[in-house]
């Protein structure tokens, strides 16, 4: 009996053990937080049923995003009780959305119904067609100029809702004390300038550039090109030789003779070296736009009051050029609730929601009008400098950006990376990159 | 009939899980080894045999690769095995502070390789590292010197990191071995007029052989996967890539799964081959009498 008892519990263990472990594989893919948010009292129609809004089974999203991108809870419940679409976020670090998207497209999953969109996931998302295509009117498009940097072929795939693109920041003390009141408009100048800076012991290091093998060095690099010497490829997308072996040359020629770019930055994160102007310990950098919200903010700058924006400079010949690096959101091919994930996606880039998002995060608005109501209303300093950089947008890549982005800009970033470490001259890291393309291109 | 079912209904939830959880993701990775499987072309995946692995064995960069993974490898082993020994001996001794010590030597193993790869990358930070500082700060150097920059010097602190981490799990080992071994033994070795060092070399080390057959297959396993502290020291650059980094790439971010796939099994194989060698030759059962 006592033997026949022991066999029955070990057997109701193992049982267990192994239902438990089934259970824990399956369930909802949530990470770090979870918001669920219901809309009115239970019993009342939402005043989406009573206009005839979504169905039950479109009523309910996931939306994963990372964290910079969460709208506050009172957001969602605001478009909860306008729509009666429940959302829960799914809230996963920028880097690893990429890799869930891709996971889970493989088994023709979608990991949420709405999901970010990096500006450089287009091409790979776009040509594995992982994402339901948006329709949008032409004052829309006209009103949302980044909107283009997620259009893939034909088809827009995501809505950008945090704007980004490359724009200069300079220290008005340090250009002062060589006599300048305002920064130079072309390239030229302002590396003479910096020389001078360098020259009067003001900064050790005026020019704030990322050298080191990440993403960072090929945006830079791509923004040297075009606003100094031109396009960056050819329109058969080929890799333009004189613009790229000339900005290849200039900034190896700027680390190594005049020194006005910090040794470190070849190994430093894009963050650690955009900081270096708002530390004081760098002149002029171009970096993103969010920092217009930081270099007069006390709490990120100890150098408040000195940092302005400007255009990024030209060459004389073009004024400024700038490429766009948004984020965007859009709907999984996969999802079973397209229709209330386009109402979210819709919601989210709206002109109010983008003026409440800048409030509350600091989220740059994509909508022409958000950035020009928060600018008339003062909320939003230098803004108009924003503006008038945006006008000045251009892709870079005939053709959008393509599927293989990810792999040439690892070839970019590291062929920069040695350009500067010495291992490569600038024409070796200009066959490396070209030769690169030419074989991703095929 | 009950008595001979009973064993294996025990062992079904197990066998289960290992071939759901193990064996059929290795099968299933082989297969997409063979395959041309680029997500960012779903309508061109088809059966190419072992085309991936000569592509792989033809490309320069995996030789790289493997020559950096092959330089940690045998850095950390030595190091780990050489320093866990000497640790393992200083713990051996009987003091008052010697459960404080054991604490304190747990320390690097308990830590997350990310959050070990994050802290020394503080140390060695080409502006404002730890390293640097006290080199300025006693005049052996003038300038901050770019640790995480030149290959070889990025490759050997990779290493130094991760010896660093498998120290405590290789001297707590060594540790148990050797508190294992009777004293009787190293009675007759004295009586016998054997001294320190031949006692440790003809009775100490042989007897360690079998833990130290573990804690060599363990630590080479873990040089050859190491990845966390690699990308938190210097990222994804080509620099410092090894065969786990490349793999990684290829896989995630070039969205290549056929070629990674490829390049994994290629990873597996090698860490077998490797962990044989040592259950061959330095796995030994040992008799004390």
């Not at chain 1, 969010?290 to 010949?317: A, C, D, H, K």
């Amino acid at each position: 009996m006592r033997k026949m008892t022991r066999r029955v519990v070990s057997l109701c263990c193992c049982i267990a053990m192994a239902a438990s472990v089934t259970a824990c594989g399956g369930g909802t893919k949530t990470e770090q937080t979870q918001q669920d948010t219901t809309a009115g009292k239970q019993g009342e129609k939402t005043d989406a049923e009573k206009t005839g809004g979504p169905s039950v089974e479109d009523g309910e999203i996931t939306v994963m995003v990372p964290p910079w991108a969460e709208p506050s809870q009172e957001l969602l419940n605001s478009f909860t009780a306008d729509t009666g679409i429940k959302v829960t976020m799914n809230i996963v670090g920028w880097d690893d959305i990429r890799n869930k998207v891709s996971i889970a497209a493989v088994g023709k999953k979608a990991p949420a119904d709405v999901i970010e969109v990096d500006w450089s996931w287009v091409g790979e998302f776009g040509a594995a067609d992982w994402f339901e295509p948006i329709n949008l009117t032409e004052d829309e498009k006209a009103d949302m100029p980044t909107v283009s940097s997620f259009q893939y072929g034909d088809n827009i795939i995501a809505l950008p809702y945090a704007n980004d693109f490359r724009l200069g920041y300079f220290n008005q003390e340090h250009f002062k004390k060589i006599g300048m009141d305002q920064a130079p408009e072309n390239w030229d100048d302002m590396i003479k300038a910096c020389k001078k800076i360098k020259a009067d012991g003001i900064c050790e290091y005026p020019l704030s550039f990322t050298l080191s093998a990440t993403e960072a060095a090929t945006t830079s690099l791509i923004w040297m090109t075009m606003s100094r010497y031109g396009d960056f490829f050819n329109s058969d997308f080929s890799v333009n030789k004189d613009n790229v072996i000339a900005s290849l040359t200039s900034i190896d020629k700027i680390v190594k003779e005049d020194k006005l770019i910090d040794p470190a930055s070849q190994n430093m994160k894009d963050v650690e070296v955009y900081e270096k102007i708002t530390t004081g310990a760098a002149s002029f950098m171009v970096g993103p736009t969010y920092f217009i919200g930081r270099i007069n903010n006390p709490e990120y700058s100890s150098v408040v009051g000195q940092l302005s924006p400007l255009l990024i400079p030209g060459n004389g010949t073009t004024k400024t050029a700038t490429f766009a690096l948004p984020e965007g959101i859009g709907i999984s091919k996969y999802s079973e609730n397209k229709g209330a994930a386009l109402k979210f996606v819709q919601w989210y880039t709206s002109p109010d929601i983008q003026v409440q998002l800048y409030k509350d995060q600091g989220s740059i608005p994509t909508r022409t009008e958000a950035l020009q109501e928060l600018i008339d209303d003062g909320i939003m300093v230098d803004g108009q400098v924003m503006v008038d950089q945006s006008q000045y947008i251009v892709s870079p890549f005939p053709g959008g950006i393509p599927s293989w982005y990810a792999e040439m800009s690892n070839t970019i970033y590291n062929s920069v990376n040695q350009m500067v470490t010495g291992s490569l001259t600038p024409e070796q890291a200009y066959e490396k990159i070209s030769a690169k393309v030419n074989e991703l291109n095929q | 009939m009950k008595r001979k079912l009973t064993p294996y209904i025990m062992l079904a939830p197990g066998t289960i899980l290992m071939l759901v959880l193990v064996f059929y993701p290795i099968l299933r990775t082989f297969l997409y080894s063979l395959q041309r499987m680029k997500l960012t072309e779903p309508g061109n995946t088809k059966f190419i045999g072992l085309q991936n692995y000569i592509m792989i064995f033809k490309d320069p960069d995996f030789w790289y690769a493997l020559s950096n993974s092959a330089v940690i490898l045998v850095s950390v082993v030595l190091f780990t095995a050489v320093v866990g020994m000497l640790i393992a001996l200083l713990l051996n001794v009987d003091t008052k502070i010697k459960g404080v010590l054991m604490a304190v030597a747990i320390i690097p193993w308990s830590l997350p390789p990310i959050v070990n790869g994050v802290m020394w990358r503080w140390i060695f930070h080409p502006s404002y590292g730890l390293m640097n500082r006290v080199l300025i700060n006693l005049y052996v150097i003038s300038e901050p010197v770019q640790w995480l920059s030149e290959r070889w010097s990025v490759i050997l602190i990779v290493a130094l990191v991760v010896a660093w981490r498998c120290i405590p799990f290789c001297s707590i080992v060594i540790l148990s071995a050797m508190q294992s071994i009777p004293t009787q033994v190293y009675e007759s070795a004295c009586i016998d007029g054997s001294n320190n060092f031949q006692t440790f070399k003809r009775i100490t080390l042989p007897l360690l052989m079998p833990s130290l057959g573990i804690v060599l297959t363990s630590t080479s396993i873990t040089a050859i996967n190491v990845f966390d502290e690699i990308v938190s020291l210097s990222g994804y650059g080509d620099v410092s890539k090894t065969l786990m980094l490349q793999a990684y790439l290829k896989t995630f971010s070039f969205l290549d799964y056929g070629l990674g796939s490829a390049m994994t099994y290629i990873i597996m194989v090698v860490a077998g081959v490797l962990g044989l060698i040592y259950i061959r030759n330095v796995y030994k059962e040992v008799d004390y009498i």
